[in-house]
């Protein structure tokens, strides 16, 4: 089965930086990849879902990359605010013809103002 | 709301008891999906439906879990004879269409389940 690691520990940004998160994953190269938001007390929120063959996605200040040969996805947060801290988490296609997600265990990122 | 509606939004039961939790995914959305998400972690499948079809059940527990979707919306999941390691948040998602894994899915806000 599929796994996924993400920087498991906070990641504390200054404000107006930009944040860089990593996930990286085993076994197989998914054919789809997606990033969501998490805030405590809430369900994850989507933001952007890559394909294999977009080797990178933007939308306003935030910025994916996905490298199938490296096994990694890179998630990058321009110009951050502290309204961006949240929990992001990773993402991928369980494999094997199975249509649920496979979650890592997400990255706090705090950004300080 | 336009979004998905989980509850009860809080759960508190005692060991041995059964519960259900209900999930009211956006209307018109094919595919329903449950999570479980224990604190620090990152959601666990547990079970998906296509319309009222359950196709894939792997991610469920132990035979103690069941979920249904009888008229293609609303979904209930049932825990019978609830242990503490059961405790955990639950929560559900939909997607508008039949491959799941090439769209966003819409997650509620789960039920935070506690077992005494």
């Known amino acids: 089965s599929q796994k996924i690691e993400q920087n498991s520990e906070a990641l504390n940004i200054q404000e107006g930086k930009t944040a860089t998160l990593t996930c990286n994953y085993t076994n197989y190269s998914p054919a789809y990849l997606q990033w969501y938001r998490q805030d405590p007390g809430r369900g994850p929120v989507f933001l952007l879902l890559i394909r294999e063959n977009e080797k990178e996605k933007r939308k306003e200040r935030l910025k994916v990359t996905f490298d199938t040969t490296l096994k990694q996805s890179l998630f990058h947060i321009t110009a951050s605010q502290p309204a961006d801290s949240a929990t992001y988490l990773c993402a991928l296609e369980q494999g094997g013809g199975a249509d649920g997600l496979t979650f890592g265990k997400g990255t706090h990122l705090i950004i300080q103002p | 709301g336009a979004g998905v509606s989980q509850s009860p939004r809080y759960k508190v039961a005692k060991r041995g008891q059964d519960v259900a939790l209900r999930c009211d995914p956006i209307s018109g959305h094919v595919s329903l999906f449950w999570y479980q998400q224990a604190l620090g972690q990152g959601p666990e499948f547990l079970t998906y439906?296509?319309?009222?079809?359950?196709?894939?059940k792997s991610g469920l527990p132990s035979d103690r879990f069941f979920a249904e979707r009888p008229e293609g919306s609303v979904s209930t999941l049932k825990i019978q004879r609830t242990q503490q390691e059961d405790s955990a948040v639950y929560l559900c998602?939909?997607?508008?269409?039949?491959?799941?894994?090439?769209?966003?899915?819409?997650f509620g806000d789960g039920t935070r389940l506690s077992i005494l």
């Open positions: 439906f296509q319309n009222e079809a359950q196709l894939d």
């Open positions: 998602a939909s997607s508008l269409e039949y491959r799941a894994v090439e769209q966003p899915q819409h």
